[in-house]
């Protein structure tokens, strides 16, 4: 859809991105925010809308996400590289749980002193939750 040779405009509520491709005209480059400043004004969009400009090759995830097969996701690591266990699915749900607990517990104790406060937000007040009740629904 977005194609190397132009640029285009993801028009949101309050944000309008400029995406502009690695062989896009010079103009559409250097004045990519200014076309951006002059769409929010023609298009009476709110006052405060964000414009921004993204280059191809560098959109984040957030613009990544509006489009359907735009690039592969990239697969991540979450902790192994760290020390950390993986964590297998499980249909016992309390062990697959307490695995989580363990691997939490491990990276908590890495960073050193650390404090965990949860809260419950309930009639628009914050009340503590004990230790024993993180982790449960309400």
């Not at 749980?97 to 406060?117: F, S």
Request: charged residues 25%; contains cysteine; positive net charge.
């Amino acid at each position: 859809m977005l194609d190397t040779n132009d640029a285009f405009i993801l028009e949101l509520n309050k944000m309008v991105t400029i995406w502009v491709g690695k062989k896009a005209k010079d103009s559409e480059k250097k004045n990519a925010l200014a076309i951006g400043k002059g769409f929010v004004k023609a298009h009476n969009k709110p006052k405060g809308t964000r414009v921004i400009r993204v280059v191809e090759n560098a959109e984040d995830a957030f613009f990544k996400s509006f489009f359907n097969g735009f690039y592969p996701i990239a697969t991540t690591d979450h902790g192994s590289t760290a020390g950390l266990a993986n964590t297998e699915a499980n249909q016992d749900i309390g062990a697959v749980a307490n695995k989580k607990r363990a691997v939490v517990a491990q990276l908590l104790n890495k960073l050193g002193n650390y404090t965990v406060k949860v809260y419950l937000c309930k009639d628009g007040k914050n009340i503590e939750l004990p230790e024993e009740d993180f982790g449960h629904f309400y």
